[in-house]
């Protein structure tokens, strides 16, 4: 353990320094730190089965789904209308599926996007994960329901679409207590079902208001179990957001092969690691040492000698925060030492 932290420090070190060589041989690899421009803001991130890597952005005026090769060259490989970037996942043949403005998108390998049918029915549709059958779940931060049961009578419980593999559109899978966020959240609005992932027969979703991860059984007919909170987040002392009084939030997330999570503490410019054994939690990173601004989401790499590597990206709010010189919008690689997960 004493030799992954000194590592990791060791990876802040090059993180401050982006000037330096990844590489020194002939082999390229893929960047520590990618900045962007300030004007391009970016949420999602999700990793192909050969190594490419895709982000959703929010650019001037509209959305761009952005490809980057194992060795870091960049290509726009969908362009969306209107603005408004989100969650992103990847499929068996490569495809790719994002939350953009009107619902989820599918993206083949040419750039050519279409529309999930139902998706438009969705409120606000935000994480994307496939369970090992193809079946592709959305979670929505809440309904836009009223009623006495509902969060001030205006704002609904958060929950889970379903789009069935070969299916004709997406469906309402769960709407539950522990996906709703608070009424009067962080963001003005509820916060509730985030970023979600499949591991071993079972979905995990991060509730972002409430700090948890709620874990939901996917039953042997393809219905919802009950719902659990199956880690709640813990502050992360390192950061100094922690003493300005912020909570600690989470947004993405990924599994590695053993179970363990590794959250996007959006709120707290950290990264953590919850250890599925003894659910204790650990943080990997945060700023300053690492140049973390709102990091929202996580995603293993695939290609080869990439397995052990995290990639983020930073959605750059934090000045908004009163954080001081913030490193502002990139991706970021960085190597926790064990594989994740692999792609269903």
Known sequence: MRFMKLALMA???????????VADGPVAEFPEYIPFSPDESPEGVAVDKVGNVYVSVDVPGHAELW??????????????PNPGRVGLAVDATGNVYMVAAGGVYVVDPEGVFAHLPGTENINYPDGLAFDQRGNLYITDFFSL????????????MGGIYRFPKGGVSAELWLRHELLTGNCVGLLGYPAGAN??????GDLYVINTDRGTIVRIPVRPDGSAGEPTVWATLQPVPESPLTQMGFPALGDGFAFDVHGNAYIAIVSLEAIVRINAHDM?????????????DTPTSIAFGTGKGGRT??????????????VPNPPGTGLIKMDVGIPGLPLP
């Open 309 to 322: 590597s995290i990639f983020i990206v930073n959605m750059g709010w934090a000045a908004a925060f009163g």
């Open 195 to 200: 970023g979600i992932q499949f591991f071993r």
């Open 280 to 292: 204790s939690q650990e943080t990997l990173a945060f700023w300053p040492l690492a140049p973390l």
């Open 11 to 21: 990876a802040a070190v090059a993180f401050v320094l982006p000037g330096l060589s």
């Open 67 to 80: 490809k980057f090769t194992p060795t870091g060259e960049k290509t726009v490989l969908a362009q969306f």
């Open 145 to 156: 329901s009223s009623g006495p049961d509902s969060c001030m009578d205006t704002w609904g």
